[in-house]
């Protein structure tokens, strides 16, 4: 198996850990909540790392760029892939529930499946998990905090001013 390489990137929802293989994107890990991701011990840390990654990353969180075209790597089942490959279709600033996203990839009988598929997601921002919502409109579970979630929507409709203050005082 290849060496896993990490870097950190600092963002307006806090330090992101970015960790992959060479170029290849593998996981996204936010600084708190339930999608902390820390360092394995036999990770490499190089700050070169991911330099695309990184600019997109940044771009993204200035307002400047709505899709990513980097080179991922997501572990995952086919089931997994499958969903995480249907959120990619979500346009950016515009949301589906969980079960309109089963429908899309023909299970509609399996919103709770497609649930668990986007909350195992090991690339948020990127492939865009933040876009599903609850069948009422509700937001629901995020691995970032629905705080963070609420960010990066206002961000994609291009209303952060009100909701970064919220951030500052987590």
């Known amino acids: 198996m290849p060496d896993i390489l990490y870097t ?3 963002s307006p929802i806090g330090v992101l850990l970015l960790a992959g ?3 290849r994107l593998r996981c996204i890990g936010f600084p708190t909540g339930k999608g902390a991701v820390a360092p394995k011990p036999d990770w490499l840390r190089d700050d070169a790392a991911f330099a695309e990654a990184r600019r997109q990353l940044s771009a993204y969180f200035e ?7 980097l080179e991922l790597d997501p572990s995952g089942t086919p089931f997994q892939r499958q969903v995480w490959t249907a959120l990619m279709d979500i346009p950016p ?3 589906i529930s969980y079960g309109e996203l089963a429908r899309r990839i023909g299970r509609p009988s399996a919103s709770r499946a497609v649930g668990a598929a986007n909350g195992a997601n090991p690339l948020p921002i990127v492939v865009p998990c933040h876009r599903v919502i609850g069948a009422a409109g509700s937001l629901t579970g995020f691995a970032g905090g629905l705080d963070t979630k609420k960010w990066l929507l206002a961000l994609e409709r291009g209303v952060t001013s009100g909701v ?3 951030l500052s005082l987590l």
């Open 8 to 10: 950190f990137l600092e």
């Open 21 to 23: 293989t060479e170029e």
């Open 63 to 69: 307002g400047r760029l709505t899709r990513f075209d």
């Open 93 to 95: 600033a515009k949301t």
């Open 164 to 166: 970064s203050a919220q």
